[in-house]
């Protein structure tokens, strides 16, 4: 099988948990890893997939990598290549397909109760009506035209949609483990000291549970990652 081609933004927002899986499951994978060079991929065709990580820019910032980068989405929905974004990487997918970014209703940082919406959303969840999984942003996408709204949120209605059967966009971060949401909680010390949305939790909220919290998120990880990769290009 062609590798599935992942990009990364920073180095904190790696790959993690969907790395894991990937290995798990026997699917080979490379990692474009921007922040240190790397270049986009010359030739979508040359994956059998895509996703796109998650960041602290904005899919509205003027870098030189982004117009190529909503390019490498389209040619990759145009070619029926599997595109799976988590957080800016679905914020990407929408302005690569039509919609807009903007100012979330509400900053979202910590654990998250969504809602799916309808039978496609159960289909790509695992057959779950609730999910509660882990946010950390200050911006959301719309939904572009043609694709399904599938998950709602109540402090950012906008958490997923999927356009076709093959490619789908999220808000939150189901790929975190353990380690890497301890990284951010440091990281990220002025950011929740100084926020005051509703919406956001503090460390000392979130770490006591934390290691309990991560098995139902990794297992409705699980959940999306066999829907999606049925649709791998081989």
Known sequence: MLPIAIIQHVPDDGPCYFATYLERAGLPYRVFRLFDGDALPARINAHSGLCILGGPMSANDDLAYLPPLFELVRAAVQADIPVIGHCL???????AL??????SEHVEIGWSELEALEDAAAD???GAASLRLFQWHGESFSIPPGARHLVRG?????QAFSLGSKHLAMQFHCEVDEAKVRRWLVLG???????????????????PNLAQAIVPSQQLADAIYSRWVKGLMV
């Open 89 to 95: 990487g679905g914020q990407i997918m929408a302005r």
């Open 98 to 103: 039509g919609g807009t970014v903007q100012a």
């Open 124 to 126: 790509w969840f695992g």
């Open 154 to 158: 109540r402090y950012c209605a906008n």
């Open 189 to 207: 010390q002025q950011e929740l000291a100084s926020c005051t949305s509703p919406a956001a939790q503090q460390a000392e909220q979130i770490l």
